[in-house]
């Protein structure tokens, strides 16, 4: 008789949450090497344990790290610097829209 393992899936502000295979699957890549990802802090779970949990839209962001890798031959460290820097002047752009609307 097999033994199988309960996976319950949450719902946290409206997205679903997949594991860590599921993420696998969806990007093309091993879960162990996502599991180094983790390690390296390029994705963060939503859930740690018992099993790592991620948003659905983490899909987006490890297809980035995809990219800056294949495409512009960053090693992890440029990847994890370069998204840091995306996120940031995304933040500051935020920004300069609402100051933008109070001058007007």
Same mark, same amino acid.
């Given at each position: =008789?097999?033994?199988?393992?309960?996976?319950?899936?949450?719902?946290?502000?409206?997205?679903?949450?997949?594991?860590?295979?599921?993420?696998?699957?969806?990007?093309? =890549?091993?879960?162990?090497?996502?599991?180094?990802?983790?390690?390296?802090?390029? #994705?963060?779970?939503?859930?740690?344990?018992?099993?790592?949990?991620?948003?659905?839209?983490?899909?987006?962001?490890?297809?980035?790290?995809?990219?800056?890798?294949?495409?512009?031959?960053?090693?992890?460290?440029?990847?994890?610097?370069?998204?840091?820097?995306?996120?940031? #002047?995304?933040?500051?752009?935020?920004?300069?829209?609402?100051?933008?609307?109070?001058?007007?």
């Amino acid at each position: =008789m097999k033994r199988y393992d309960l996976i319950i899936y949450g719902q946290h502000l409206d997205e679903k949450l997949i594991t860590i295979d599921e993420l696998g699957r969806l990007v093309g =890549m091993h879960p162990e090497k996502l599991r180094r990802y983790i390690v390296l802090g390029l #994705i963060d779970p939503e859930v740690e344990t018992p099993e790592p949990l991620f948003e659905d839209n983490i899909v987006a962001r490890v297809r980035k790290i995809q990219r800056l890798k294949n495409d512009l031959g960053l090693n992890l460290a440029g990847c994890g610097l370069v998204l840091d820097l995306l996120e940031r #002047i995304s933040g500051l752009e935020e920004q300069l829209k609402c100051i933008r609307r109070y001058d007007l």
